[in-house]
């Protein structure tokens, strides 16, 4: 199955899950994607059987952050104030599913050096979106949902080896910051080329109609 097979898929998915919710504000779903991020850094923490949980709590985050999008849409409550608050609640969930990978044994540095990659790719989309740039500029490998896996997987492999990841030895935490550092940079390089050709084009379309 594509890539876009499995998108559309989810989206369908989440316009079914949000028909039983269309009466709930899409601020408290955003609030509830912000809970279940912090409930899964203390279910982690916990260990043991907790740890599918936890998992839980993750793949709720992100239910909850596709409903209040779809409950906003197909009621009429999409506002500018609830994107940025969406927004914003999307980068603390993230911060979140850092801090669960440091409580899996993540080096200090290796989830910092995660959280200013994917905080960079974020506000590097938002600032040449401002700067007149349309969509998105380019799909990369490090959007919202690779990292909600990566941290799905680490929770995942510590549930079932908790002695470390195959070959390396390493905590799950490690392996999957180190892979979810790569992948953001790799994003971010994607990323930087897309809005450089974007704002380029705007640019030249600006001259050509002046």
Do not use: K
Request: aromatic letters at 4%.
């Amino acid at each position: 199955m594509s890539g876009s097979a499995l998108a559309v898929g989810w989206l369908r998915a989440i316009h079914l899950l949000a028909r039983p919710v269309l009466g709930v504000p899409p601020d408290v779903l955003t609030a509830c994607g912000v809970l279940s991020a912090l409930a899964a850094i203390w279910l982690t923490a916990l260990g043991g059987d907790a740890l599918w949980a936890a998992l839980a709590a993750i793949v709720a985050t992100g239910v909850f952050d596709g409903l209040d999008g779809a409950v906003a849409l197909r009621t009429g409550r999409a506002r500018p104030l609830g994107a940025v608050l969406d927004a914003a609640s999307d980068r603390l969930t993230e911060l979140c599913f850092v801090a669960v990978l440091l409580v899996l044994g993540a080096p200090a540095a290796w989830c910092a050096a995660m959280a200013a990659a994917l905080l960079l790719h974020e506000y590097v989309r938002a600032r040449a979106q401002v700067a007149g740039m349309r969509g998105a500029g380019a799909i990369t490998v490090s959007e919202r949902p690779t990292r909600l896996v990566v941290t799905a997987v680490a929770v995942t492999g510590a549930a079932l080896a908790p002695a470390g990841t195959p070959w390396t030895g390493w905590p799950w935490g490690t392996t999957c910051a180190v892979v979810g550092t790569g992948l953001s940079l790799i994003g971010l390089a994607h990323l930087g080329v897309g809005v450089a050709l974007a704002l380029g084009r705007n640019g030249r379309a600006g001259r050509d109609s002046g």
